[in-house]
């Protein structure tokens, strides 16, 4: 569903996305972990189309995101890590305005606003200005927006960052129910939830991947932790979690 | 085109359900009627001195609405324009960079010329609105006087052409930049600098006079004022008008090259 290979993005000297390639079936959900500013933000924005990479291709439900962006943008669904309201318009009226750019016909909207609003429990709030709401609120209304038009793949942008413990889990439980119908590509930083939610896993540090595999290869006798911290030290000359330890046991 | 149909309706609603709309209408009304109250009230002062003189008549004959009231009305309207305008459109693309709202749009089956489009139309929509209103100062007039009504029309099309222009121009700066006060700033300068531009053209020698001249949205708009509607300053409008908007699909756009 979702094919990314020897995806290369430059900023002038520094590279932030180093010969990325890996690939997720239809219906799975991918775990996309690494550390901050390890170029999980930018990868994600190059598959939804918002840039260009620098060399390599993404193909998405087997549309080209560069040459067939058209075709691939109207199958995926995107919350970047700040949802992207509009603060003042109400949810509803939000809503159907994405709807509607998202290529949606006029018909089906109102069919479509209404299962988003009961799918992220958004009823109580639908004529509230999103300006307004709380992080918890404009979180499900940015993953709302993401699944409006029904999207083959979606791109989810640490989804729960931010979140209180109760608002993970149903955001949590939100993402898995979308999965089978959905493809779901999901960064995040905490570990457990990974291990939760995802079916596979990607790491990447310092913009190339250090580990592509399903979750129940790489969790055999180690937890998803200590597979991560070994992955992004290989790679990285940063103190490893182990010399970390030591350094707080000596103060 | 329903794409854009559909940004248009967001933009203006957003215009209209945040206080901007009805504070930049109030002030725009406010400034208007200050003007045309003391142009009317300099009017009537002439002509009653104009009455009292022997043979003031003649000169009295001379005093017309539309050369001593509407015209410069138009003309301070102008100004007030050239402030007011970039700060209407310094939001159109700065806060929606500043917002994350971009990644939304950009990441939608919308094209860039889409968005420019419908962001310039509804700025378009909204300056005519505030252009509208201010019809009821010739209204008055013309209940109860007799100013000519071509003039006044033709200098309405100039203030529309004019706010037009500044619209383009602000929507272009806007658009460079992720914050709100860098794109109205650099929008002021750049609507000031089309409206003084032909300043120094008379002592600007023979070549580079006329450009500057021609350059100045002042000088097009001063001939529609006095009711001159020339094709030259059609052409003007619209080669600018089309340049800025042009600019701002390539700004937009740039985020995909860079």
């Known amino acids: ?251 | 085109m329903r794409n854009v149909f559909t940004i248009v309706g967001k933009e203006l609603r957003s215009y209209f359900v945040s206080p901007i709309a009805y504070v930049v209408l109030t002030g725009f009304l406010l400034l208007g009627g200050w003007f045309f109250f003391n142009l009317l009230s300099r009017f009537n002062l002439l002509l009653s001195l104009y009455m009292q003189m022997q043979q003031g008549g003649e000169a009295a004959n001379r005093l017309n609405l539309n050369d001593y009231v509407v015209a410069p009305l138009m003309h301070n309207l102008a100004i007030v324009l050239v402030i007011l305008v970039p700060m209407i459109t310094m939001r159109a693309y700065a806060e929606e960079k500043k917002g994350g709202t971009y990644e939304l749009l950009l990441t939608s089956p919308v094209r860039t010329g889409e968005i420019v489009v419908g962001k310039f139309l509804a700025s378009f929509l909204f300056i005519c609105i505030m252009i509208g209103l201010t019809g009821v100062y010739p209204a008055i007039l013309m209940k109860f006087g007799n100013p000519e009504t071509g003039v006044i029309v033709s200098g309405y099309l100039g203030l529309i052409l004019l706010a037009t222009v500044f619209v383009a121009v602000g929507l272009l700066t806007s658009s460079l930049t992720e914050n709100q006060i860098i794109a109205a700033v650099s929008g002021l300068v750049a609507t000031l600098l089309l409206y003084i531009i032909g300043w120094p053209a008379e002592t600007a020698g023979d070549v580079l006079g006329p450009l500057l001249r021609y350059l100045s949205v002042t000088e097009h708009f001063a001939e529609m004022v006095r009711g001159i509607i020339n094709t030259r300053s059609l052409v003007y409008f619209a080669s600018l008008i089309a340049l800025a908007l042009f600019l701002t699909q390539r700004s937009v756009e740039s985020l995909r090259w860079r």
Not at chain 1, 53 to 77: L, N, P, Q, W, Y
Not at chain 1, 205 to 213: C, K, L, N, T
């Open chain 1, 1 to 251: 569903m979702i094919e990314v290979q020897q995806l290369t993005k430059r900023y002038g000297d520094l590279t932030a996305v180093n010969n990325v390639s890996f690939s997720v079936t239809s219906g799975q959900i991918l775990g996309f972990l690494g550390p901050n500013g390890s170029g999980k933000t930018t990868t994600m924005r190059i598959i939804t189309g918002f840039m260009p990479a620098s060399s390599g291709t993404v193909k998405v439900a087997g549309f080209d995101i560069f040459d067939e962006s058209f075709e691939a943008r109207k199958r995926i669904g995107y919350l970047p890590e700040n949802p992207p309201l509009y603060n003042d318009m109400t949810v509803a009226a939000y809503l159907r305005f994405v709807a509607r750019i998202k290529g949606m016909a006029k018909g089906d909207i109102a069919a479509a606003l209404d299962r988003v609003v009961n799918r992220c429990g958004l009823a109580t709030v639908v004529d509230r200005v999103t300006g307004h709401l709380s992080k918890g609120f404009r979180q499900r209304v940015g993953l709302a927006q993401a699944i409006i038009h029904n999207p083959q793949v979606l791109v989810l942008d640490e989804p729960t960052v931010g979140l209180d413990p109760q608002q993970i889990i149903e955001i949590r439980s939100l993402i898995k129910e979308l999965a089978g119908a959905h493809t779901v590509v999901l960064s995040t930083h905490i570990l457990p939830e990974v291990a939760q939610v995802c079916e596979k896993v990607v790491i990447i540090s310092a913009g190339r991947v250090v580990i592509e595999d399903m979750i129940v290869n790489l969790t055999q006798g180690k937890s998803l932790e200590e597979v991560f911290l070994q992955a992004i030290s290989q790679d990285e000359p940063q103190p490893s979690a182990h010399h970390r330890h030591e350094a707080e046991v000596a103060q």
